[in-house]
């Protein structure tokens, strides 16, 4: 009996290494993911890019920072959208256009597998 195991490195949340923001915890990342607060906790506004829909890194984002399933994230932002109140964040293809974006943007906050960060960026939450 043959097991696939997928390793992967640390999940981690980046924000733009010129961004005064230190530090999150867990609820100031869902509010900011989940389209609760468009502000980081300092008033600066954030803007959030998530993973390809179809990628195992926005999967497992979302498990670990919500315990939802991509199917109960789409459901989510499905009935945001529906009722006009929110829209999810863009999605980004891979791990260099969202070190790019978020190098490029100062208000951007992204999710990336910590093995891909560089010195560009600032992380300011570890899974």
């Known amino acids: ?3 696939s195991v997928s390793i992967r490195a640390e999940m981690v949340v ?4 010129e961004n005064e923001v230190e530090k999150l915890n867990k609820e100031e990342v869902i509010g900011l993911f989940m389209g609760r607060n468009n502000a980081f906790p300092n008033g600066t506004n954030a803007f ?10 926005r999967n497992d984002f979302y ?3 919500t315990k939802k399933s991509a199917v109960q994230i789409n459901a989510y932002w499905a009935r945001l959208v ?14 260099e256009v969202t070190l ?8 951007a906050i992204a999710y990336i597998d910590s ?5 560009s960026v600032k992380v300011v939450y570890r899974f």
């Open 48 to 57: 959030p890019f998530d993973q390809d829909v179809q990628s195992d890194s």
């Open 14 to 17: 980046i924000i733009n290494a």
């Open 115 to 119: 093995k891909d960060i560089d010195s």
């Open 82 to 95: 529906f009722s006009g109140r929110a829209t999810p964040p863009p999605a980004l293809s891979n791990s």
């Open 1 to 3: 009996m043959l097991l």
């Open 63 to 65: 498990l670990k920072l």
């Open 100 to 107: 790019s974006t978020v190098r490029e943007n100062p208000g």
